[in-house]
């Protein structure tokens, strides 16, 4: 299985979701959003390897904050590599107990018709999908860039907005 890569993490993030949020930015994205935040985040080999060791120490890191409401994934896309995110997912659940919000540009649909990409969506509580459309852009909306994306609580394969 290929290595996730990590570009960057803030642990104590209220931008990237509800509360204080411990947000982990992955690389690799293939959508290429026109007006892109994070446009370095494309290539999968940006940033460095997400190694065991520095997973251990992010989920260290995590279990030591109490102030911590949740955890945030972001990108690129974590949905680029599914089988590495799963393994990520299930991590980060088991040990944390935290809440997770994932950012992506797939619409939740697609990720349900995704046999490889479906499986991901049973740990993520909140999803944030949908492509980044640059003249839907609007600095009003929170936690997302363009009125396209929906923000979805997700619970046992359900949506609501």
Not at 38 to 58: C, Q
Request: with cysteine.
């Amino acid at each position: 299985m290929e290595t996730l890569h990590l570009i960057n993490v803030y642990p104590e993030t209220i931008s990237d979701g509800f509360g204080v949020r411990y947000s982990i930015y992955l690389a690799g994205c293939t959508h290429h959003c026109r007006g892109c935040h994070n446009a370095g985040s494309w290539n999968p080999r940006a940033g460095e390897p997400l190694t065991e060791a520095l997973l251990n120490r992010i989920i260290a890191e995590i279990r030591s904050n109490p102030l911590l409401d949740g955890i945030t994934l972001s990108g690129g896309d974590p949905f680029y590599n599914p089988p590495a995110l799963l393994a990520l997912l299930r991590r980060l659940k088991a040990e944390t107990g935290l809440n997770i919000w994932c950012y992506t540009g797939y619409t939740y649909e697609v990720l349900l018709d995704d046999e490889v990409r479906r499986p991901c969506l049973e740990y993520i509580d909140t999803l944030v999908d949908g492509p980044f459309v640059q003249s839907l852009f609007d600095p009003t909306l929170p936690f997302r860039g363009s009125s396209n994306q929906r923000i979805l609580h997700l619970s046992q394969g359900q949506k609501t907005e």
